[in-house]
């Protein structure tokens, strides 16, 4: 079946550092895949998405692009604040959303 | 404000009994989702539905049902068969089941057992 994996965390960085998070896919079809966000004690926010293979998603400084050739889906930012800590998700859709074990991130002033 | 609104934030069980979890939304959306959040394990689907009165079992539906009676509820209760009941649980929705639609989530509840 479809699934989604992403690199372990826990994530630990200063501010102004640049941030990868890897995230690849295995699916039998062309799904649309997304990262969402979550913030502690909250539910999970859309970041960004891209629905088909070469586009690139991007929000708040985040950018990810779909790589058919390479399955990923990758996401970065190049300076990061410590408002970013969070839990990032990698998840990709068919008929349901299929999410990857996410990653913790955790930025130092 | 349009969204999802679920309810309590956190829930005891004791053992053996039966808990309902609540999820509500107002945003006219056709489909919605249960989601268990372990650490470590990000989300697994439990059960989702497409309209009401409809439903289907997710990835790990065993220990848990659901009911659809009204387009705006998705209540989910945790049986006494599910053995490890204590997870954060995320309820979500989409207008419909599209391959770009984005999922809303509603806050989370944290279930815990006495």
């Known amino acids: 079946g479809d699934s989604v994996t992403q690199m372990e965390g826990p994530v630990t960085l200063s501010e102004e550092a640049f941030l990868t998070i890897n995230c690849t896919y295995t699916?039998?079809?062309?799904?649309?895949l997304f990262w969402y966000v979550q913030y502690p004690g909250e539910g999970l926010q859309l970041l960004l998405k891209a629905t088909k293979a070469d586009d690139k998603g991007s929000n708040k400084g985040f950018e990810a692009t779909y790589r058919k050739e390479t399955t990923s889906f990758h996401l970065e930012k190049g300076s990061v604040q410590v408002s970013d800590s969070a839990v990032y998700f990698c998840a990709l859709f068919d008929y349901k959303l299929s999410f990857g074990a996410g990653t913790t991130v955790t930025v130092r002033a | 404000d349009g969204g999802i609104t679920q309810s309590p934030k956190y829930l005891f069980r004791k053992e053996g009994q039966n808990v309902t979890l609540s999820c509500e939304q107002n945003?006219?959306?056709?489909?919605m989702y249960w989601y268990r959040q372990d650490p470590g394990q990000g989300l697994r689907l439990i059960y989702y539905?497409?309209?009401?009165?409809?439903?289907q079992k997710g990835d790990i539906a065993e220990g848990y049902s659901v009911s659809r009676e009204k387009k705006e509820s998705f209540p989910l209760t945790v049986t006494s068969a599910q053995k490890n009941p204590t997870a954060f649980y995320l309820c979500?929705?989409?207008?419909?089941?599209?391959?770009?639609?984005?999922?809303?989530f509603g806050s989370g509840t944290q279930l815990s057992v006495l």
């Open positions: 945003l006219n959306h056709d489909a």
């Open positions: 539905s497409q309209i009401v009165n409809d439903f």
């Open positions: 979500a929705s989409t207008k419909v089941i599209a391959t770009n639609e984005k999922l809303f």
């Open positions: 699916a039998t079809g062309y799904p649309s």
